[in-house]
């Protein structure tokens, strides 16, 4: 056999290694003379014995045997081969006509079969399909390995050094009362990193309270965070206590934090600097011991600069800043994601069993993809796919149709098409008009469904649009 020095079988673009099983020494060298070629290295055996040797030594890609030979017969062997290495495909030989050895040989677990006397591109057709199988097989195999080994820990997937990067800084600044505030776009994970930091600190069987600043109109901001006193406005009917109290010994994870108003910032910065807050309407004020963790998927240092962000309350929730990378800048980790999300649905209880395979061009076209809506449109992606796939493997064509039209480099590319660099602000912002526009396209203007399809809140997504001058109607 032609060397190849590992055992684990060929990569693409590598000749596939193809072990021939036949005791004819004619028909060994027909093959041999048909087959071997850029494609394809051929190795043969003259028996059952020598070609379990051969698997045992050099592990080929695909093994092809002929049914009728003396001593060990093919179906024998075929048991055998499939026993030493079963990751291997094997394709059997037939007699012609004899179909009830076919169906025998398929039932053992044969790949395919192809009946003798046979041509060159039939059987180069079985044998390519036998290979990207097990090159499939493999490849899934790998990432699901690596998923299990070091790919999720803590519910946070990644071998991206972004996420590696992120991991570590958790570990460190996890057990300390520091805020920390974890930047990233839409669907990063900002809530898994939120959470995980609360889980990894003294807090963690005390409370852990999210509060997302844009979901709330500016005026009631103020006594959710806070609380209130009876009285307080009209309406405050009794008292409440508000957010802070309820994380009282706990983690507050203030989602957005670049949309509270400058109004408000003061009073946040009190607490931050002496534990102290006035509930509306109180004379008093009281006191609380909270972690704050805040999440950003904007530009603070922008909003400071315009004035609508405190420099010194920027200092003090930046402290420990977490920078979550966008899903198109760590391709590496996008194939790991798309493995956990499709362990996560075998864990569910669905009328069908979830697909377990990712398609090779499939991948391919996930990796290639940009993903506007980061690691969340990804797992609505996979949920998706299972739906719509019939089988273990997803196929391009179960992907919807943006990610399935991505390919490497294409069309996508805003800032090469913008000819001149530009300013990341600028590339940004055409980004969205672009994302936003189209996705209201899809949704028919329907602004709850393209929220939904984006994930992220309504109103974020109205104050989006109003930003970038998009009338959702139009
Ligand atoms: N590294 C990761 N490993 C596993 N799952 C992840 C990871 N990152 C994100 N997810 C999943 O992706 C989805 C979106 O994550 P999350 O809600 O944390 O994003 P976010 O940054 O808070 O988004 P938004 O800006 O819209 O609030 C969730 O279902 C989450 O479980
Ligand atoms: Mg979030």
């Known amino acids: 056999m032609v060397g190849t020095t590992s055992g684990a079988g060929s990569r693409r673009g590598e000749r596939a290694r193809v072990l021939f099983v036949d005791d004819l020494e004619r028909s060994r060298e027909l ?7 850029p494609a394809y290295a051929v190795e043969t055996a003259a028996s059952v014995v020598e070609a379990c040797a051969a698997i045992e030594r050099e592990r080929p890609d695909v093994v092809v045997t002929d049914l009728r030979m ?29 179909i ?22 039939p059987m180069a057709l079985v044998l390519r399909r036998a290979v990207d199988h097990r090159r499939l097989l493999q490849e899934n195999q790998r990432l699901r390995a690596e998923l299990a080994e070091r790919g999720n820990r803590g519910g946070v997937v990644g ?6 990067r992120a991991l570590a800084l958790v570990e460190r600044v996890a057990p300390t009362d520091y805020p920390v505030l974890i930047q ?36 009631l901001l103020e006594s959710e965070l806070f609380g209130h006193e009876k009285g307080a406005f009209s309406g405050a009917v009794t008292a409440r206590p508000g957010f802070f109290s309820r994380a009282d010994q706990g983690t507050l994870f203030l989602d957005e934090i670049g949309d509270m108003s400058v109004g408000l910032q003061p009073k946040l910065l009190r607490v931050l600097q002496n534990g102290e807050y006035y509930p509306v309407g109180a004379r008093r004020p009281e006191t609380c011991d909270v972690r704050l963790v805040c999440a950003s998927n904007q530009d603070i240092p922008a909003r400071v600069e315009s004035g609508q962000f405190r420099q010194d309350l920027y200092y003090r929730i930046n402290t420990i800043r977490i920078v979550l990378p966008p899903l198109r800048e760590r391709v590496g980790d996008v194939g790991l994601l798309a493995h956990h999300f499709l362990a996560a649905l075998r864990e569910r209880s ?14 391919a076209r996930l990796e290639a993809y940009t993903w506007p809506g980061n690691v969340r449109e990804l797992a609505h992606v996979i949920d998706h796919c299972a739906l719509i796939a019939d089988g273990d493997v997803i196929e391009p064509e179960h992907l919807p149709p943006e990610v399935r039209s991505a390919t ?25 008009r672009q994302y936003f526009t189209r996705l209201l396209q899809e949704t028919e203007g329907n602004v709850q469904r393209a ?24």
């Open 184 to 219: 990233g776009e839409s669907g990063t994970g900002k809530d898994v990193f939120a959470r995980l930091i609360h889980e990894r600190s003294a807090r963690a069987g005390r409370a852990f309270v999210s509060l997302n600043c844009s979901a709330i109109p500016e005026h």
């Open 350 to 363: 669905l009328p069908f069993p979830p697909p377990t395979e990712l398609a090779p061009e499939t991948l």
């Open 451 to 474: 929220a939904e399809r984006a994930g992220v809140h309504r109103t974020t997504l109205y104050e989006k649009l109003s930003k970038l001058d998009i009338d959702p109607r139009s």
């Open 31 to 37: 093959f041999a003379r048909l087959l071997e070629g």
């Open 70 to 98: 003396p001593e060990v017969d093919g179906l024998e062997g075929l048991q055998r081969f499939r026993t030493l290495a079963p990751d291997v495909p094997v394709i059997v030989v037939t007699a012609f006509g004899s």
């Open 100 to 121: 009830e050895t076919a169906v025998e040989a398929m039932r053992l677990g044969a790949f395919d079969y192809l009946s003798k006397p046979f041509d060159r591109d």
């Open 408 to 432: 490497d480099g294409g069309g996508r590319d805003l800032a090469a098409e913008a000819g001149a660099p530009q300013g990341f602000q600028d590339a940004r912002r055409d980004f969205e």
């Open 159 to 164: 071998r991206s050094d972004g996420v590696q």
